[in-house]
């Protein structure tokens, strides 16, 4: 049975630091791209950084640009999103993703990260 499972979320002021894990089981990881959504109440989920299963190649929304670093072992089936300088407007549920090469998609139930001082 295929899990994935997020966790690290909590309660940081703004400029603070937090590091999100997603640890997986029974997927195609080495393979799968994988990647870290987030979601505020009443709009939709949104793309926050993705890695790709080959050379590692990433990518970010905007928002996060220089403040978040999305990064995987492979040799635990667990990718990682650090996120750093931390704003109120981050606050949101993150989930992660996981794109199996043949189509096979993946989502966890999610962490909350509330950024308030």
């Known amino acids: 049975q295929e899990h994935i499972e997020e966790s690290g979320g909590g309660l940081v002021q703004p400029g603070g630091s937090l590091r999100l894990s997603c640890v997986t089981s029974?997927?195609?990881?080495?393979?799968?791209?994988m990647s870290w959504y987030r979601q505020v109440p009443g709009k939709e989920r949104k793309l926050v950084a993705s890695i790709d299963s080959d050379v590692g190649g990433t990518s970010y929304a905007d928002s996060v640009k220089g403040r978040f670093t999305i990064f995987r072992d492979d040799s635990k089936d667990t990718v990682f999103l650090q996120m750093s300088n931390l704003l109120p407007e981050d606050t949101a549920v993150y989930y992660c993703?996981?794109?199996?090469?043949?189509?096979?998609?993946?989502w966890g139930r999610g962490t909350q990260v509330t950024v308030s001082s």
């Open positions: 993703h996981a794109a199996e090469p043949e189509g096979l998609e993946f």
């Open positions: 029974a997927i195609l990881f080495s393979r799968s791209t």
